[in-house]
């Protein structure tokens, strides 16, 4: 399925539950966070395979609510314009040959741009990073590949504080923000390839049919908090602790 068909789908399981107990954007950025946090951990304390896939697929999961708490973010465009590419958007080889100071992206969205394919997908994005990274990210080692999903959490975060101070735009702050979630879904992918998981397969066995934790389409789980930076309501991997 294509990103912004996921998006669809995600907005159908979980729109109405989210509009009714979820606030407002930063509550689903933190939301993201705790999925992203129970990722990691999951890694540094060696879940098996199966969970694995699961807090891969819950981070997918929230980033595609904040891409929904917007009227259609241009997120497949976005993932086609960072991603889309058969070499590296920002040294333009294949596999990637950069280095930490590498120059700053273009970030003007090109669609004039017949090397890249705004229409793959998720499965090919993740294919396609592969291809291009994958060495590279071997070399660096997951812990690295997680400081930068954290990084560019942060910049999603830091990006929800500086809207209401800069009051850009709806197009910019769309497109910053489409382009800031394109970064974590990149990341993701990576830590994927990583991990030796189909996210796109993992994803489909957790949300396809139906709510994870309900069984119901669309979602009827009651209201979900955050306490002391977990879930408190149906987490799926209390029994680590």
Not at 25 to 33: F, P, V
Not at 92 to 101: A, I
Not at 179 to 191: F, K, N, T
């Amino acid at each position: 399925m294509e990103i912004g068909e996921w998006q669809s789908h995600f907005r159908d399981l979980y729109g109405r539950r989210n509009a009714a107990f979820i606030s407002n954007r930063s509550r689903l950025i933190s939301y993201l966070s705790v999925s992203i946090r129970n990722l990691a951990k999951g890694y540094r304390k060696a879940w098996p395979k199966p969970e694995l896939e699961l807090a891969a697929s819950s981070v997918f999961g929230w980033t595609m609510a904040v891409a929904n708490s917007f009227e259609g973010l241009p997120l497949q465009r976005a993932m086609g314009f960072k991603w889309g590419g058969r070499r590296c958007v920002y040294c333009d080889q294949n596999p990637c040959g950069c280095v930490e100071d590498r120059p700053a992206m273009n970030r003007v969205f090109d669609p004039a741009n017949k090397n890249n394919n705004y229409s793959w997908p998720l499965s090919n994005f993740q294919l396609a990073l592969r291809e291009k990274y994958l060495g590279r990210n071997q070399a660096l080692g997951l812990p690295y590949a997680f400081g930068r999903l954290f990084e560019e959490l942060g910049e999603v975060t830091a990006l929800d504080a500086e809207v209401a101070i800069d009051q850009p735009t709806v197009e910019e702050i769309e497109r910053e923000y489409a382009l800031e979630l394109a970064d974590i879904l990149g990341w993701l992918l990576s830590i994927c390839n990583l991990l030796e998981i189909d996210l796109e397969t993992a994803i489909l066995k957790a949300y396809g049919q139906s709510c994870v934790e309900c069984a119901k389409q669309p979602c009827v789980c009651g209201k979900l908090t955050l306490q002391q930076g977990r879930f408190r309501r149906a987490r799926p991997f209390a029994q680590h602790g």
